[in-house]
Every structure is written in C-alpha cells, then in structure tokens.
C-alpha cells in the first residue's frame, strides 16, 4: 500500500481536529457541520481544486464566516489550525472567513474577465478599472486582494453555497435567486466545472414562484 500522500495526511489530520472540536455534533443543514465540510471538500475535488483549496474546503468554518457566526477556534489561534493543514490552505480559510460580505461582494470581481478565467482571462481585456475593495471583518481593514486570492474565495464560495442548495430545498427557494445573480457577477472568478454547477443546482431557482 503506498504511503499517503502530504494532503491526505493533513486531510486525516484536520478530520480529527474537527471531531475533536464537536464538529460531528453541531446540528448544520443536511446533518451536522462535519458533514457539510466533508461534502463541499468533495466537491472541490470533482471541479479539480489543488490540495490547498480542499483543505481550506474541509476547514473553512473554523473561524466562523459572516453568514455561519460560530467558530471552532478564535482567529487568535490561526497558528494551531496552520500547524495542521499548511499556510497556504490557512490563508484560504481566514480569507474566506473574514469576508465581509456586504462589503466586499459588489466590487470582488471587478478587474476580472466577465466569463472567462484561468487561461482563457489572460486573452479577454473587457475588464472594469475599478480596484476591488475586500474588507476584513475582523479588523475592519480594507484592500485589494490579488487575483488568485478572489477565485479561491469564489470557488470556496460557490462549493459552500451549492451543498446548502443541494440539501436544503426551503434554503434554495429562499437565496437560490440571489445566490445565482452572485454567482454570474462572479462568473469570471469561477472555474468552469463551478459555474456549470451553479447553473443546474441554482438555474431553475430563477423562475420558481
């Protein structure tokens, strides 16, 4: 049997921080919270995620997000969660978490491509000169984040929004409009795979009653 790999042994790991944390006990729709993360970490992987973003998938209610306010962990502990699943994969998620959403979501994707990204963005120039203005809500500090920062947050974004779509009908009658306009604003942060999976789960939310 081969050994496991760097991300597998960080995933086990942050699996049993989260168990260890009540993650498997904190009621969450479609079951518990571990479950949840457990479910938008596979869907990350089925649109291609790198190992980093998965992980940050797994873990990223720990500091609690502006629409999920408990946490597992003070922000004042980024260290222990980074100790566990690497710099990178933390970064993601404190970013994630830390989003102010009212905030920073009308200008998040306001220099990238509209419907284009990864490769095919670096050929598509009809871009807005507005910078974006992302704001901490922790700190209250306001910059602009770079490029792959917002595709992370929108991908991590569209995973965690989806899965609460999937399994919550009364959810998805209530924000699946909205979440769908979000998600076509955001479209040029998104991968293809996401935004094929914004269109079946949220699509027909559109013209529901």
Not at 17 to 24: F, M, T
Not at 155 to 180: K, M, T, V, Y
Request: glycine letters at 8%.
């Amino acid at each position: 049997m081969p050994a496991p790999t760097r991300a597998e042994h960080q995933e086990a790991r942050a699996l049993a921080l989260l168990r260890e944390l009540g993650a498997g006990h904190m009621d969450h729709p479609g079951g518990t919270l571990l479950a949840h993360l457990e479910r938008v970490h596979a869907r990350l992987g089925e649109w291609g995620a790198r190992p980093a973003l998965r992980l940050a998938g797994l873990c990223h209610a720990f500091y609690g997000t502006d629409g999920f306010a408990t946490a597992l962990l003070p922000v004042g502990r980024r260290a222990e969660l980074a100790a566990v699943i690497g710099a990178e994969a933390e970064e993601i998620v404190y970013f994630y978490a830390c989003c102010d959403r009212a905030a920073s979501y009308p200008t998040l994707a306001a220099d990238a491509p509209a419907g284009a990204s990864g490769a095919d963005a670096a050929d598509n120039e009809a871009v807005s000169s507005v910078a974006p203005a992302f704001r901490d809500r922790f700190t209250g500090h306001v910059h602009s984040p770079d490029l792959q920062s917002r595709r992370d947050f929108a991908e991590l974004s569209a995973a965690n929004e989806l899965d609460l779509a999937r399994i919550d009908p009364a959810f998805r009658a209530a924000h699946g409009p909205g979440l769908l306009a979000l998600f076509t604003r955001l479209r040029g942060l998104l991968t293809e795979p996401a935004w094929r999976d914004c269109q079946a789960v949220l699509g027909d939310s559109a013209s529901a009653p």
